[in-house]
């Protein structure tokens, strides 16, 4: 009987360097990020460090890392280490990542309604020292939703002008690229079911006509959203409409970047025969992964782009 005989169905892993090194970057990166941010206000850097110099490094390090860690994990699943009960807590903790995923969205609701069922509300005015006055959100607002357009100083201007950093004109018109990036995602999620259905079969081809197309519509998105932030009649700074705008979706936007990223490893896997009906824990993450992010932009089209529209939506007068 050999020496290490395994009378269990859990895998205990090997030594790992990943875990202390994804650290490690990802301290640098958030030195390097501090850093740059000081710099872009004004601020003092640390030591004579460059900020973007050093927020590339870490994120360097960890894109690397993430690449080798998970190179890690697929050999292990090709040696067989991934029976059916780790499979089934690999299931457990993309579930729990996933729910931590929608509690970082919750935040970004949140700020948006905070101020959209109250745009008139009173907070207080804080310095570094002291309370020093209060400021009313209708000053900022006009106290509706979505904001009347205003310049930097506060002064209406007309629908016409020219939009410039720090000013809100009008909001998006959800029937234009809006409506048509929520046909593109709620197609995606229809390809990328197609694909899973294919792979339950053992129909590679399927898997993998499903995947390119689920990763070409992921690309097109992220093409209309660039787009339409080009065309913003209002910018991330100096308006509350535009920081509370840019988070939500622009992070929702990095997620699909990344769930695009994940679906285009699983069609390089597919199709260097990766995956069997019995054991595709990577492309069910994938797919769960991407149905999230497709639930998601279902709540920023219909509470931003349309709730949120304000009666006049692309700044059409009539």
């Not at 690309?219 to 009649?233: C, D």
């Not at 209002?234 to 769930?259: D, L, P, Q, R």
Request: glycine share 12%; hydrophobic share 50%; with cysteine.
């Amino acid at each position: 009987m050999a020496a290490h005989a395994k009378h269990h169905d859990y895998h205990l892993v090997n030594p790992s360097p990943w875990p202390l090194i994804a650290s490690l970057g990802a301290f640098i990166m958030a030195i390097g990020l501090i850093i740059w941010m000081r710099s872009m206000h004004g601020g003092v850097g640390l030591f004579g460090l460059n900020g973007p110099w050093l927020f590339a490094t870490g994120m360097a390090i960890v894109s690397i890392t993430a690449f080798l860690w998970w190179r890690d994990v697929v050999l292990e699943g090709n040696k067989g280490d991934h029976t059916p009960v780790v499979q089934l807590h690999f299931r457990y903790g993309m579930i729990l990542f996933i729910a931590s995923e929608v509690m970082f969205f919750v935040a970004w609701f949140w700020a948006y309604f905070d101020v959209a069922l109250f745009p008139a509300s009173v907070h207080d005015l804080l310095n570094s020292t002291d309370i020093v006055g209060q400021v009313a959100r209708d000053k900022l607002t006009g106290g509706h939703w979505p904001p009347v357009p205003v310049d930097g100083t506060g002064v209406t201007i007309p629908a016409s002008g020219a939009p410039t950093p720090g000013i809100f004109e009008h909001t998006f018109d959800p029937w234009h690229v809006p409506l048509l990036n929520t046909l593109i995602l709620l197609t995606s999620g229809v390809t990328v079911t197609w694909a899973h259905h294919a792979l339950l079969h053992d129909n590679r081809r399927g898997i993998i006509m499903g995947l390119v197309l689920t990763v070409l519509l992921g690309l097109t998105f992220t093409g209309f959203q660039a787009y339409e932030y080009s065309e913003a009649a209002f910018s991330y700074a100096g308006h509350i409409y535009g920081s509370t705008f840019f988070m939500a979706t622009g992070f929702h936007g990095a997620h699909v970047i990344i769930g695009t990223i994940f679906l285009l490893v699983c069609l390089i896997r597919a199709i260097n025969g990766a995956f069997t009906p019995k054991a595709h824990f990577g492309f069910e993450a994938a797919a769960w992964y991407w149905h999230f992010v497709d639930v998601v932009w279902l709540f920023l089209f219909a509470s931003i782009y349309v709730w949120g529209a304000g009666p006049n939506p692309g700044g059409v007068h009539g």
